[in-house]
């Protein structure tokens, strides 16, 4: 029901946009959070856009790197990453929640999830 695009391969300092597009429902009425895993860690969430408003919120470690954004005339959110650091390395998952308000990183509230796609940063 979602899809992620977007990753690949860049060097540190480089930038990716990540899109999570929707496939059966309308992302305007649910909050959005992108998610990561590393190898060998548990997965951390990066950002989240509510659907009742289209307030951002962001991780400590991405703050001032990385923006969050909608298109509901696309269905999809975006994830501009820019100044990207080795330790971005990561699969990065999208994730919807039935609660537009919400502005967590639960990701057991989070209902659907996209399919992930491998953002790879070279020092």
């Known amino acids: 029901q979602l899809q992620a695009y977007g990753g690949g391969l860049v060097q540190a300092g480089g930038s990716l946009r990540l899109s999570c597009e929707a496939l059966?429902?309308?992302?305007?009425?649910?909050?959005v959070a992108w998610f990561r895993q590393a190898p060998g860690k548990e997965r951390e969430g990066v950002s989240v856009?509510?659907?009742?408003?289209?307030?951002?919120w962001y991780a400590d470690f991405v703050k001032g790197r990385f923006t969050i954004s909608s298109d509901s005339a696309k269905n999809t959110v975006y994830l501009q990453m820019n100044n990207l650091e080795p330790e971005d390395t990561a699969v990065y998952y999208c994730?919807?929640?039935?609660?537009?308000?919400?502005?967590?990183?639960?990701?057991?509230?989070?209902?659907?999830w996209g399919q992930g796609t491998q953002v790879t940063v070279s020092s």
């Open positions: 994730a919807a929640s039935g609660d537009s308000d919400y502005s967590g990183f639960d990701y057991n509230e989070y209902e659907y």
């Open positions: 059966e429902f309308r992302l305007n009425r649910v909050a």
């Open positions: 856009i509510t659907g009742s408003d289209g307030t951002a």
